[in-house]
């Protein structure tokens, strides 16, 4: 009888489990706070959906992804981002593309998708790519041409353009709004400004030059 029992909780189980993760979908921004007044309701998990009657080609285009991004900033890089925002047909369906380009020397900065893996492809160039695992340890490599590497989901990771030529890459990723977390423009960057005691004791700094780096203004390379 016990068995019965036992067998019957883990089907239970099983089932609440199943119903759990089929109807909980994945987040597409940062949070979604419940309300109860629908009127004040500003944004759904996603995009409101048009009516299919009304949907055409230009829902699922984009025009222009064969010309460079302007890289004349401090990082030497260019993230041309097309995500639901530019193609309103990529609600839902949980991709997006970037086009990065690199002068010689730039860097796309240690960064996180909190959304999406991404996988990129160099085109042209040659690119110093890696990221950090959970457990603090480094994963790099070197590309060329039609080299592919993977980024997984919420790792720290970056590129940077180690040639002395121009380069340009092309990544996928899989959320209709992967996020962008850019590290240091969020620590040394962030509105309203961290206390200082807590970043000079975080990256064991002095408080002076944390100070400093608060001071700066950090560029955003994504367009």
């Known amino acids: 009888m016990k068995s019965v029992h036992f067998h019957a909780a883990f089907v239970l189980l099983a089932l609440a489990f199943t119903f759990a993760s089929s109807f909980d979908p ?4 940062d949070f979604c706070v419940a309300i109860n007044d629908t009127k004040t309701g500003v944004f759904v998990n996603g995009k409101f959906c048009k ?16 010309k460079p991004g302007n890289t004349s900033n401090q990082l030497g890089s260019k993230v041309t981002l097309i995500n639901v925002q530019k193609i309103p047909g990529l609600n839902t369906l949980g991709i997006s593309l970037a ?4 002068v010689p020397y730039g860097l796309n900065p240690p960064h996180i998708h909190p959304r999406a893996t991404e996988i990129l492809t160099l085109v042209q160039g040659t690119l110093y790519v890696g990221f950090v695992t959970s457990d603090n340890r480094f994963i790099t490599k070197v590309l060329y041409p039609g080299d592919v590497f993977v980024f997984p989901i919420g790792l720290i990771h970056f590129q940077f353009n180690i040639g002395n030529t121009n380069a340009l890459a092309f990544s996928g990723l899989s959320s209709q709004n992967p996020g962008l977390i850019s590290i240091a423009k969020a620590v040394f960057g962030s509105d309203p400004a961290i206390n200082p005691d807590v970043l000079a004791k975080a990256f064991q700094l002095d408080k002076y030059i944390v100070k400093q780096l608060q001071s700066r203004s950090w560029p955003s390379n994504v367009e």
């Open 51 to 66: 009516d299919p009657k009304l949907v055409t080609a230009e829902d699922f285009s984009f025009s222009g992804l064969n």
């Open 99 to 102: 086009r990065v380009d690199y």
């Open 26 to 29: 994945s987040p597409l921004q």
